[in-house]
């Protein structure tokens, strides 16, 4: 398994960030790299839609299952075949001084999760870093700063 995650302090209160993540249908408002087509709730299909963090860029579809929904709380999906590849992609909600303290984690498991060693889990990590960004832009009404690489001792890194 190889997993990238961040984590951020929003201002605002778990029950605002949750409506913002629970709202599938104004993902694109928000975030730069995909789009969650169906209904928001607990064993619930639906299409995910991402720009690959391969080389090509490309929008890629599939289909996923959420397997996580607990409200004000946390939130996850799942793709993939399990054993041989998932994409595991969470957020967990928690109260926090600021108002919230956002967990956002991506997993890739099987046997082909290797191939996500190096390059790609960093462009990974990069991308959730960018989109937990605008995430907390919504809040704070301030633009985000540009993505960039992570910085040494900034964030967590991927695990290998």
């Known amino acids: 398994m190889i997993a990238v995650e961040n984590e951020i302090a929003v201002a605002a209160p778990p029950s605002k960030v ?15 790299f995909i789009r969650l087509i169906g209904e928001a709730r607990a ?34 999906w799942t793709m993939g075949i399990r054993h041989l590849f998932q994409h595991v992609e969470s957020y967990e909600l928690t109260a926090h ?3 919230t303290r ?6 890739y498991r099987g046997v082909v999760s290797i191939l996500f060693r190096g390059g790609p889990s ?12 605008v995430l907390r ?4 009404g301030k633009k985000p700063s540009p993505a ?3 910085k040494a001792g900034g964030g967590k890194r991927p695990r290998r």
């Open 18 to 32: 949750w409506r913002l993540l629970a709202d599938f249908a104004h993902y694109r408002d928000w975030h730069p």
């Open 43 to 76: 064993g619930a299909e639906i299409n995910y839609e991402y720009t690959s963090v391969m080389r090509t860029r490309r929008k890629r579809y599939s289909p996923a299952t959420i397997t996580r929904f607990e409200r004000n709380a946390a939130l996850e």
């Open 97 to 99: 001084p600021l108002g």
């Open 102 to 107: 956002l967990r956002h984690r991506i997993e």
């Open 122 to 133: 960093d462009a990974a990590h990069a991308r959730i870093c960018e989109a937990d960004s």
């Open 137 to 140: 832009s919504r809040f704070a």
């Open 148 to 150: 960039g690489k992570p």
